[in-house]
């Protein structure tokens, strides 16, 4: 009953709030509405003449000795105004006006942002992941958005413009094109019926298997016919710009499956197998970071609780100068986290003070929170997960159930780290300014992912939205109750006698109650008794 009572007054404390929170504008249009209509009794006009003519004469008479801090004043209420009203912009209309059907998302009026979305490197596979979820719950893990993105990055690596001058390329070409899964997999097997096309594997791979194991024999086949392809192209890259074209797109697809194949061999618990495919692809093609391979590379020496060889792969890509994602920032702060988090103790911590290590994975935490404020709740099991998208949004919630999904299991595997965790992350929060003004350790978190996001996620995923500073219950109360009396004293002041009516009214009904107990109290007491007390 307890816990039911306390529930109960929770969700009334989050409506009031939530109701003064949205209900301002309605004051603030009910003021102005209550302005429009008593502007001849107040004399409004007549006001603003005296003031702007009084405010001339002022000006005029010491402009000199106060034109300097008039300047400094009228820059800071510009400065103020404009503030608020990108503010008010951000949270209230940029959902809906600065929505984007591109892969970029504008989300600043003078500035623009992008919020560009990425290949999510450690994405499912659709025929054995993606649709066998789909057989059994009946949902759309995929989005159209998502999807229609995959078709593009397909078309992007896996065609060029000399694929027309081969049958099976320009077959597979049009394939990559097509919506309906089903013609996309007859377009491959019409390829292969052609010749051994690595491409058409690659699709078979991905969207025909059922299993992990089919999915490998695939890539395996498609590996070998897509090597051969690659030396071809190698040869005669000098030769002219189709052959480099060319020898790109080889390069690609041979870098695509095997990428694919230590994914295959790393799911079917063949872990050591696939750092090494891993290790070695990054060093053959070091180039080609569009795949972020380092980022599958950490997590398999994560599951293979090789704590150096992933500190030996932070101290290379975790660099100020390169891009950052939720791989890098949180798998540091976990590495952080394993030196302190089985001996951590918040009481323990609030007596003695944190020490070197502690604060180190604290302030790492912190760090990694600011990236991404959305991870923690998936980490901590507060939200439940998804099956992440192809694509993700970098900060954003997509890119957190991306992380989550995978790295959850290690989080777990480290003692305390989820304690840790739970104790320090709400604090970020006390650290970072509003996000419109500046960040404290990255640039301002972007207003634009939300919208991103609910492009990215299927519409049951309740989209996790940028932990918002909320004013206090406090705050919002008294804000409310002084509009309310001030509405009152308005209109008390310019209609006396209607109001009074309305306040006999009120009042009478107000105590009508006590009105009835008294006269019952008065009827079953003795008259002497109650002129005693009445007395008293």
């Given amino acids: 009953m307890a816990e039911a009572g306390t529930g109960f007054l929770e969700q009334l404390k989050s409506c009031i709030v939530w109701s003064w929170t949205y209900l301002w504008t309605l004051w603030f249009f009910i003021m102005l509405f209550l302005v429009y209509i008593l502007r001849v009794p107040l004399k409004i006009n007549d006001n603003l003449t005296t003031e702007c003519h009084v405010a001339g004469v002022s000006v005029t008479g010491c402009g000199a000795n106060l034109g300097r801090q008039d300047s400094l004043l009228f820059t800071h209420n510009v400065m103020y105004v404009e503030s608020f009203f990108s503010e008010y912009v951000f949270e209230h209309i940029n959902p809906q006006v600065l929505r984007c059907p591109d892969r970029h998302f504008l989300i600043n009026l003078g500035t623009y942002f992008e919020c560009k979305v990425w290949r999510n490197p450690l994405n499912l596979f659709r025929g054995a992941?993606?649709?066998?979820?789909?057989?059994?719950?009946?949902?759309?893990?995929?989005?159209?958005?998502?999807?229609?993105?995959?078709a593009q990055d397909h078309q992007t690596f896996f065609t060029c413009d000399t694929d027309h001058l081969r049958p099976a390329d320009a077959i597979m070409q049009k394939a990559w094109r097509e919506r309906n899964p089903q013609a996309r997999i007859s377009a491959a097997h019409e390829a292969l019926e052609l010749n051994e096309c690595a491409t058409a594997y690659i699709l078979l791979a991905e969207?025909?298997?059922?299993?992990?194991?089919?999915?490998?024999?695939?890539?395996?086949?498609?590996?070998?016919?897509?090597?051969?392809?690659?030396?071809?192209?190698?040869?005669?890259q000098h030769h002219g710009a189709q052959y480099e074209a060319q020898h790109r797109r080889?390069?690609?697809?041979?870098?695509?499956?095997?990428?694919r194949l230590a994914m295959c061999a790393r799911k079917l618990g063949r872990t050591r197998e696939a750092?090494?495919?891993m290790r070695d692809l990054m060093k053959e093609f070091p180039l080609l970071s569009m795949f972020n391979i380092h980022e599958n590379l950490l997590e398999a020496l994560l599951e293979l609780q090789a704590y150096a060889d992933v500190q030996a792969v932070l101290a290379k890509y975790d660099d100020i100068s390169l891009p950052k994602s939720a791989t890098i920032c949180y798998t540091a702060a976990l590495l952080k986290a394993r030196a302190v988090s089985d001996k951590f103790s918040p009481e323990a911590a609030s007596r003695?003070?944190?020490?070197?290590?502690?604060?180190?994975?604290?302030?790492?935490?912190?760090?990694?929170?600011?990236?991404?404020?959305?991870?923690?709740?998936?980490?901590l099991e507060m939200k439940s997960l998804i099956l992440p998208p192809e694509h993700i949004l970098k900060r954003g919630d997509s890119e957190a159930i991306a992380y989550a999904f995978f790295h959850l299991q290690h989080w777990k595997?480290?003692?305390?780290a989820l304690n840790l965790l739970h104790c320090t992350w709400e604090g970020t929060f006390r650290m970072i300014p509003y996000p419109l003004e500046k960040g404290h350790l990255f640039y301002p978190y972007p207003i634009c992912t939300e919208t991103a996001d609910r492009e990215l996620l299927p519409s049951f995923h309740e989209v996790s939205v940028y932990p918002k500073k909320e004013l206090p219950f406090f705050i919002l109360f008294t804000a409310g109750l002084c509009s309310f009396t001030a509405m009152l004293a308005l209109l008390t002041h310019q209609f006396p006698e209607l109001m009074g009516v309305f306040a006999k009214a009120f009042l009478s009904t107000l105590f009508a109650p006590l009105n009835f107990v008294m006269e019952k109290v008065e009827s079953i007491l003795p008259s002497s008794l109650w002129h005693q007390l009445t007395r008293i």
């Avoid at 969207?207 to 192209?233: H, M, N, P």
């Avoid at 080889?250 to 990428?259: H, Q």
């Avoid at 020490?355 to 790492?364: D, I, L, R």
Wanted: overall charge positive; some cysteine.
């Fill in 250 to 259: 080889d390069t690609n697809v041979l870098v695509y499956i095997k990428r």
């Fill in 413 to 416: 595997r480290v003692e305390g």
């Fill in 207 to 236: 969207e025909e298997a059922t299993t992990i194991v089919e999915a490998e024999k695939l890539f395996k086949q498609a590996l070998k016919a897509g090597e051969g392809c690659y030396r071809r192209s190698q040869q005669l």
């Fill in 352 to 379: 003695r003070g944190l020490s070197t290590a502690e604060m180190n994975a604290v302030e790492a935490i912190h760090r990694a929170v600011e990236f991404n404020p959305h991870v923690p709740k998936y980490l």
């Fill in 129 to 150: 992941e993606y649709n066998r979820y789909t057989w059994v719950t009946g949902r759309e893990p995929l989005t159209y958005y998502d999807m229609n993105l995959s």
């Fill in 275 to 277: 750092v090494k495919m």
